[in-house]
């Protein structure tokens, strides 16, 4: 039993080293954004939806915990730690070098603060747009038809059509629903 978990963890090891090396190998140009690095990633088990885009200097943990729906875009310098699962819904940007990260420790007593390793889901629902550089931390939930701002970091879920920015990331305002082709709904704040 010990020899058959044993050859799992290194299959899943050997599999994501392989995947980062292969993707990151491949030049940065349309074939390779758009066919051959979704492809990849769709052999060692992620799920990805059609037409997304995975640029050059992308890293990925635990690919079989992530799910990219389609039109979805990863830009250069993205770092997924897929501990738990990351979810990231259709027509979504994720600006360069973003990290999602689904880990974090347990505290531990004095002796020894970082603790055991624990993971809570991200979900990064339809039509969000991530800048560049943000840091989006373990359980956090963002609300469809958001945009974060570049360099916030958001630990705390986000709601629906929202811009925000920061660190601690916060809502700055409510985005008008009309720019989304979606039915514009009442919730009186004002912009």
């Keep these: 039993m010990r020899i058959i978990q044993f050859i799992k963890k290194e299959y899943e090891s050997v599999s994501k080293i392989f995947l980062n090396f292969i993707i990151n190998f491949l030049p940065n140009d349309y074939l390779s954004n758009n066919y051959f690095r979704p492809a990849l990633c769709r052999i060692v088990g992620m799920q990805c939806g059609a037409k997304i885009t995975i640029q050059k200097h992308v890293f990925f943990v635990k690919p ?13 310098g993205t770092y997924i730690d897929a501990v738990d699962m990351v979810r ?58 958001s945009i974060i701002s570049a360099g916030s970091i958001v630990l705390k879920d986000m709601p629906e059509n929202s811009y925000i920015a920061g660190n601690p990331a916060r809502i ?16 009186g704040i004002e912009n």
Excluded at 64 to 76: A, E, G, L, M, V
Excluded at 125 to 143: E, F
């Design 172 to 187: 700055v305002r409510k985005l008008d629903y009309t720019c989304m082709n979606t039915p514009k709904k009442e919730y």
């Design 88 to 145: 990231i819904g259709k027509n979504v940007c994720i600006g360069f070098q973003t990290t999602l990260t689904t880990a974090s420790h347990e505290i531990g007593d004095q002796e020894d603060r970082c603790g055991p390793i624990i993971g809570k889901p991200i979900t990064i629902d339809s039509g969000c747009w991530l800048g560049a550089g943000t840091l989006i931390g373990p359980g956090v939930y963002i609300g469809p038809g």
């Design 64 to 76: 079989k915990n992530i799910s990219i729906d389609r039109n979805s875009k990863i830009c250069r």
